[in-house]
Nanobody, 119 residues
């Protein structure tokens, strides 16, 4: 089992910045990638950014150049630095950990943290 605890959400004005954190604990040795997803009201959950255990990153087109995902392996924590925030970035942000092991793969999810960007 892996537990994910998110923090850092809140209310910010358009153009501002926030940093989200996701601390992982438990069977973290099985994790091969971590990511941030978001879900706005009435919309499907979408991938925002991901980072592999090797450090490779990927971003949604809508956040490229504004958001940066990073990880601190010593702290088992993944961060999402969000700059130049827009009203359309308003959503609940979820931390995700993808794991693989002999016999299967799967995902763990955090509880979500609300990000609200006022226009």
């Amino acid at each position: 089992q892996v537990q994910l605890v998110e923090s850092g959400g809140g209310l910010v004005q358009a153009g501002g910045s926030l940093r989200l954190s996701c601390a992982a604990s438990g069977s973290i040795f099985s994790i091969n990638a971590m990511a941030w997803y978001r879900q706005a009201p009435g919309k499907q959950r979408e991938l925002v950014a991901a980072i592999t255990s090797g450090g490779s990153t990927t971003y949604a087109d809508s956040v490229k150049g504004r958001f940066t995902i990073s990880r601190d392996n010593a702290k088992n924590t993944v961060y999402l630095q969000m700059n130049s925030l827009k009203h359309e970035d308003t959503a609940v942000y979820y931390c995700n950990a993808h794991w693989s092991a002999v016999g299967g793969t799967g995902n763990y999810w955090g509880q979500g943290t609300q990000v609200t960007v006022s226009s």
